[in-house]
């Protein structure tokens, strides 16, 4: 059973140390949630980072076609303009892609990060025993849609979210005027939302938006607000640098158990097949064996070659002595060919010849099918059949495997 503890952090944090957490267990559901300092957080198998406020940027650039190789370079020059610090100085995380307007070039959605905020927070928490195995910006894990804006408030603090592919955080107390500048911009390029969808957390008051005049967007109540329901949906901060180590193999120490029982199973699934296989191989050379004996028992001047058809050439033999069919006989022949085409071959035989031990039957060509079914039955038999198509008939070939 795995458990996940998940933190949201603010933008001072350590200071204070206190922060809100969820545990959640294997089911994905709430266990437990609070705010605590460190040393009261509930012990877990996982431990998920949440940033929240203002701690990351979400920006979105074009960038010309390039090989992938170059994507860093080319996105730290492309953003070194809307960037208060050196690029080289930001952690990069690249959340969406998607083809220009104009189909020249990419359209990416870049969450950027302070390294030295990140390499902060990464210490604090390995010192306390809690390295994180995700780390995810709130930005991302607010709810949005497409119709609608959201604005989710917690404290004195909301995340904005216009769409799926953007988000910002704002004071609440400049939440009102920063909501008329951005529907004055909605309006103008003819893209207001259906309605402003407000996302309080549970004891958090809702903020004063009377500044808002605008009658043609309505605001409305939502569910409330989760900060940490949304992170399946979020990019993963941890990567290039700051990757974690052997995370791959911490993702599946919970299947080691399930993937060694399997491994037993399939491996005592082999031993099985391989003792059957290997038991059917020693019971097809005794029965060989046997057959050899039998043979040069029976014929001791002639060398067993093939015990099996040199027995049945002299079972031939014996009964052509004695004024019995043979096997290669004609009427033996037609005796099994007419047991296998059935009665629908009545009346439908055009012509007979027999040659040398080869029985060649002219069938109308209503009977094709069935002389193509009856090839496989006679195959049964130990007889060879062989279909041919000439002067309008169905020519159906028949002769012994082997002839004495």
């Known amino acids: 059973m795995t458990t996940r503890l998940l933190i949201r952090l603010g933008e001072t944090w350590p200071t204070p140390s206190a922060a809100p957490w969820v545990l959640l267990g294997a089911d994905g559901q709430a266990q437990s949630e609070g705010e605590s300092e460190p040393r009261h957080w509930p012990a877990a198998d996982e431990c998920v980072v949440i940033l929240g406020g203002a701690q990351c940027l979400w920006l ?6 390039a090989a992938r190789r170059d994507t860093g370079r080319l996105l730290a020059y492309a ?13 990069l995380t690249i959340s969406h892609r998607r083809p220009a307007d104009d189909g020249d070039g990419l359209r990416l959605g870049v969450l950027v990060l302070g390294r030295d ?5 990464l210490a604090q928490l390995a010192a306390i025993g809690r390295a994180p195995i995700h780390l995810y910006s709130e930005l991302q894990c607010a709810p949005a849609g497409a119709q609608q804006w959201h604005i989710s408030v917690s404290g004195p603090s909301a995340i904005l979210r ?4 953007d988000a910002s ?6 939440l009102g ?3 008329e500048q951005q529907l004055a911009a909605a309006r103008a390029a003819n893209n207001l939302p259906d309605s402003l ?9 809702a903020p004063d938006l009377s500044t808002l005049h605008d009658s043609e967007v309505k605001l409305a109540t939502a569910p409330a607000y989760r900060w940490w329901q949304g992170v399946s949906v979020a990019s993963d901060l941890l990567h290039g640098e700051f990757a974690v ?7 599946l120490a919970r299947y080691r158990l399930p993937l060694v029982v399997a491994s037993l199973a399939l491996g005592v699934w082999l031993l099985a097949n391989v003792g059957e296989a290997w038991w059917l191989r020693h019971q097809l050379n005794d029965l060989q064996a046997r057959m050899v004996r039998v043979y040069s028992s029976n014929f001791p001047n002639s060398p067993a070659l093939a015990p099996l058809a040199q027995m049945r050439q002299q079972l031939d033999l014996e009964r052509n002595r004695h004024g019995r069919l043979a096997s290669n006989d004609a009427l033996a022949l037609m005796a099994v060919v007419a047991e296998v085409l059935g009665p629908e071959a009545a009346g439908q035989i055009q012509s007979v010849r027999f040659a040398d031990g080869l029985l060649d039957l002219g069938l109308a060509s209503g009977l094709a099918e069935k002389a193509a079914s009856a090839k496989a039955q006679l195959a049964g038999r130990d007889l060879l059949a062989e279909i041919r198509n000439e002067g309008g008939l169905v020519h159906l070939l028949v002769r012994p495997e082997i002839s004495p």
């Open 117 to 121: 905020r990140l390499r902060q927070v």
């Open 169 to 174: 955080a704002v004071d609440t107390v400049v």
């Open 79 to 91: 953003l070194e303009d809307r960037l208060l610090s050196d690029p080289d100085s930001q952690h």
């Open 60 to 65: 979105e650039t074009a960038l010309p076609k």
């Open 162 to 165: 216009t769409g799926p592919e």
């Open 197 to 205: 969808l407000l996302h309080l957390e549970p004891g958090c008051p």
């Open 245 to 251: 180590a052997g995370g791959t193999a911490a993702r």
């Open 177 to 179: 005027a920063l909501l």
